[in-house]
């Protein structure tokens, strides 16, 4: 009731100040002032008497409804003036928005009409111009006043929604009416004139889950404890209608999308009370046996499910933990089961929501129970040894046959099958041991030594009889036990040194020693002189007992002359049982020592020797002299191997050692040398000079038939002749030590290409030409002239 008195006074609110607007706009937007003679008088500041103008405009409409589809314009208003009296002299002019265009004026009576269609949503109000001029001059009459057209609304616009579609969420089980969703339309219309924009909501689809209210579009709930485990999703259908929702309004509608939000109000629930399992004894801990699933209709968190095991006389053999991607319980097996110990198991497992609501903890508890009951398999399983692991104990040099020890297996199922031993060879390669395959007794094959393996690490395999795969091993360490079998013995190879220049009583050395026994067998060591050698004159011994002793000089003054080695037997006795000894023999040699008692030699041969030279001088001197020795011998043998030259001169001749090539050869016939000093000295052709390249084995004596004169100074026949000397020659190689071109030989077929001739032959050339040639070849013509100024001259 009060909502509807707060309408009512609004629409009344709303009327009134229609009027007053109406009125005001009358009086003040069209009467203005202008002279009249209904005016009131007032006095001015000199005096004079002012009129106040009233203007005459009178109008009968100030508004024009919109979307107006009539077949004649619609009259907007008309026009006035109280200084027109009807006679057509006035002429009424309007201006300003639309003047013209969608408004025109009736310049005689005044009437404005509205020529178009007018939409108030597109503008609501339009601002004119009148004035009132004379027809006949154009002059103002009036002076200009504005007013104001506005366009009346009619409901021609229908409520419109923000969205199409809404999407909302609620929880399920939520109170009746709470809110899930607003929904807004807006409508075009005018809100201040009339119920065009007046909206009302409603729903069309969607009950009775849910309601909306009318004047707000809040969607509530309708229906208590909706669960979304029945239904999740719901389709509402919101309708908005403008006129107050009264007939001939205009509507719109939205679809809004409701789910369903999950709560925990469902508690897990196993399907079935009891699980079956079964599981064999071979399984290891950890081995997955079996799983369980309690169903919980909720979602997400409110969905997932703990396991534990609560009771069952399982519970100390298996566990169950969760696994959350699947929301089940996976039994494991957590020790080591035996079927003929025990052959089936019980548990009973509890599946509990880990998150719970307190709004519904009256729907009971969250939690459910069910019993797993686990039946254990018989395994084949192999043969167990009753320990893990065996130490025995056996003692060295024990006659072939000792028994050290025995292992025992069992096989640990019903059947109780025979066992039979056997040694991992590959654990014992040299075979010290044997095992019975029948009660599993170890015994040595051949003796052992502690001093060379102190421990033997074996396995040992139990296999059943009948069924061979089956197969266990275990690890059996036997260890040798000492005997008093290796006598002491020095420590290291020692070597004691004396100086020449001892005292009395002075110790020069301290000896221990070893035991390869153990140390039971050897705990101390026991130093002496042998009996026969107790009253050494030399040397004495005294026991330091810690294990070692030291040797003492017994009187004074050594000579390495008369004995520079001395050897001292020394016994050593341990502390076995029964004792061994042995005897060590102990090298001691004399040497020189200085007054501080550092050792200088210990070589007899070095005190003969009155120089004072070290070894090492000597030794470098050594080395110079062969040095010397092999410079002398290379020497020698590079002068033997020098080579003397083939052919001696008395004087030497620059010529020799320059071998020029300005000369032509003599052809195919010139292949041999000769020596040149025959042609520096003919006459020497009487005499033979014999080679000295080489050793002859005979004198070769030349034919003198062959010889020319001697003074002869035909080369050519020279030539011919030692050539004919060379070839019958035995001892001779070829004579081609000196190659000279000196001579030109004969017979070539290419001619000789010589010029050394072309003065004394005849040419055919002429070289008279060369006259006319000028002063710098006046030489050349002299020599290459014509033949007779060359007899001439010559």
Known sequence: PKMKEDHCLHAALLCLGVLCYSHGLATEKLNHSRPSLHGHHEKGKEGQVLHRSKRGWVWNQFFVIEEYTGPDPVLVGRLHSDIDSGDGNIKYILSGEGAGIIFVIDDKS??????KTLDREERAQYTLTAQAVDRNTNRPLEPPSEF???VQDINDNPPEFLHENYHANVPERSNVGTSVIQVTASDADDPTYGNSAKLVYSILEGQPYFSVEAQTGIIRTALPNMDREAKEEYHVVIQAKDMGGHMGGLSGTTKVTITLTDVNDNPPKFPQSVYQMSVSEAAVPGEEVGRVKAKDPDIGENGLVAYSIIDGDGMDMFEI???YETQEGVVKLK??????????????VEAANVHIDPKFISNGPFKDTVTVKIAVEDADEPPVFLKPSYIFEVQENAASGTVVGKVHAKDPDAANSAIRYSIDRHTDLE????????DGNIKTIKALDREEMAWHNISVFAVEVHKQHQEAKVPVAIKVVDVNDNAPKFAAAYEAFVCENARSNQQFITISADDKDDSANGPRFIFSLPPEIIHNPNFTLRDNRDNTASVLVRREGFSRQKQDLYLLPIVISDGGVPPLSSTNTLTIRVC???SGGSLLSCNAEAYILNAGLSTGALIAILACIVILLVIVVLFVTLKRQKKEPLIVFEEEDVRENII????EGGGEEDTEAFDIATLQNPDGINGFIPRKDIKPEYQYLPRPG?????????VDDFINTRIQEADNDPTAPPYDSIQIYGYEGRGSVAGSLSSLESATTDSDLDYDYLQNWGPRFKKLADLYGSKDTFDDDS
Do not use: W
């Open 148 to 150: 104001i057209v506005k």
């Open 592 to 594: 020189g020592c200085d």
């Open 431 to 438: 075979r010290y041991f044997v095992i019975n395959a029948e």
């Open 335 to 348: 020790k080591t089961l035996d079927y003929e110990t025990k052959k089936s198991y019980s548990l009973k």
């Open 110 to 115: 005044g009437n404005i009409h509205a020529t």
């Open 706 to 714: 062959l010889r020319p004169a001697p003074n002869s100074v035909d």
């Open 321 to 323: 933990t969760t696994d």
């Open 660 to 663: 020029t090539y300005d000369d």
